[in-house]
């Protein structure tokens, strides 16, 4: 078989990151694509890792996610805006839905904005395997 060329290569790569990406409900770090990709791709480097997710964020494929309490950016596909709860305890980051329509969000008292294109919502805190059981 001829090897692929760098053109094809990087496609295959960005497809590998992608499917890891779709697949997985959570939100993982560089580090834990990385470990997934190379199951399929042996070859594949952390920096080809970083330098893919860095070309598919730009392209508005893939979201980075940061907090202050953790190190390390996560990542995700790219879907409906949302809200992201980050635990501080076990550094798990789950999804919170945000109003669908952005438009009607209003801060009180604010007259600066005219209009929003994204939100970007971290909410942190203790989730539920970690903390005390919340009380209603
Ligand atoms: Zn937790
Ligand atoms: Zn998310």
């Known amino acids: 078989m001829k090897p692929a060329g760098k053109k ?3 496609t295959r790569q960005r497809t590998v ?4 990406l779709r697949k997985s409900g ?4 560089a580090e834990a694509i990385y470990h997934e990709a190379r199951k399929v791709l ?8 970083y330098r ?10 893939v979201r980075e996610i940061r907090t202050d309490c953790d ?5 995700e596909g790219k879907c409906p805006p949302h809200a992201h709860f980050h635990c501080t305890n076990c550094q798990a980051v789950l999804d919170l ?4 329509c952005l438009d009607e969000v209003r801060w009180e008292g604010t007259t600066d904005i005219s209009s929003i294109q994204s939100m970007d919502l971290h909410v942190i805190g203790a989730c539920r395997e970690c903390g005390p059981p919340v009380t209603v």
């Open 17 to 20: 990151i992608m499917e890891i």
């Open 8 to 10: 094809s290569r990087n």
């Open 26 to 29: 959570y939100h993982p770090t």
């Open 71 to 75: 190190s390390s950016s996560r990542f």
């Open 52 to 61: 893919n997710l860095n070309f598919l964020r730009e392209q508005g494929q």
């Open 42 to 49: 042996p070859n594949i480097s952390l920096g080809t890792v």
């Open 97 to 100: 839905p945000l109003p669908e």
